[in-house]
């Protein structure tokens, strides 16, 4: 069946070990099933992959890819659920040391096929289309729980996001203004801040702009390039969730700033298949459609991934088979 994958990796030119052909059928082991992919969406998580970071060498050829929707044996439409926990595992799956996501430790969904364990198929609702549904496991999800799980925040009240365009600040930004939170962001073009106002943000600022006032809450992806802006943006006692550190793990702590003020620092990942499916709830409920910036065939992959490697994004990069 046709994939994208990688065999070896490459911490500095990922697109160069990207390979989009030919894989062997999934093997569905007892208690897992098969679906059949109708779209899979890009994530950042898969260009961490190609740089060989979560995923070692010795775990290759993997197929890439955390997020699909497509049909079940029975030609059920379905989201698959990234998150797999290890046997066994009760409760919240995000907390389970051992879990791992789709592409990490099995085979990913950037294929035609992919193999799941059987409660990670959730029914997809019929208002949302393969594509919609697509984007919905990974950047969605993460954003929905960073927000109404993890941050504490309140409707009415002020959140930055660091990012514009990204397929999770492009969710935060949607879902939050849904929510009735005031949601301003920080994007690299005037383009992206453009894009990100008429997706709801009330603000569009550029990144590190001195704020009108301070915030309550920041959305951090971004880490390095942002993460002192994010700590000086907040009110005192104010609250930053992280989820991802795209420009790097170790920026300054900022520490005065984070004692002195009372800020709480959040991480965040993913979330559960509980929340997976209260998230769908929601965008039936307000008619919230994931922002998508493109649809390309699945044989097109290098092309998705060289416009999120090279920062081209507006919203979900989405493969449709
Ligand atoms: N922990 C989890 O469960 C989890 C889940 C999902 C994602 N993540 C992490 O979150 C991050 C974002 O993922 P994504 O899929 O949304 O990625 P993406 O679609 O490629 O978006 C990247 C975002 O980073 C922003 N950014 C700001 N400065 C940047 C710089 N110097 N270089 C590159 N990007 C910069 C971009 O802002 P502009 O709009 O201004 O370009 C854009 O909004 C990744 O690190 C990913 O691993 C973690």
Redesign the pocket.
Known sequence: MLAAFVSAPSPDDPLSVLEVGERPEPEAPEGWTTVTVKAAAL???DL?SLRGVGLPAERMPMTLGCDAAGTDADGNEVVVHAVVSSPGWTGDETLDPKRSLLSERYQGTLAERVAVPARNVVPKPTALSFAEAACLP??WL?AYRMLFVRSGLRPGQTVLV????????TALVQLGTAAGYRMWV????EE?RTAALALGAEQAFE?GARLPERVDGVME??GK??WAHSIRSLKPGGVVVT?????GFDPSAELNRVFFTQLSVVG???GTREELAQLMRMLEVTGVRPQIDVELPLREAREGFAR?LE?R?NGKIVFVG
């Open positions: 994530n950042h998580h961490f990974t950047a993460t660091q990012g514009a365009s990204g397929g999770v600040a920080t994007g690299r073009s992206k990144p992806s971004v390039a942002t989820c991802g550190a795209t420009t965040s990942t993913m999120m920062g994004t």
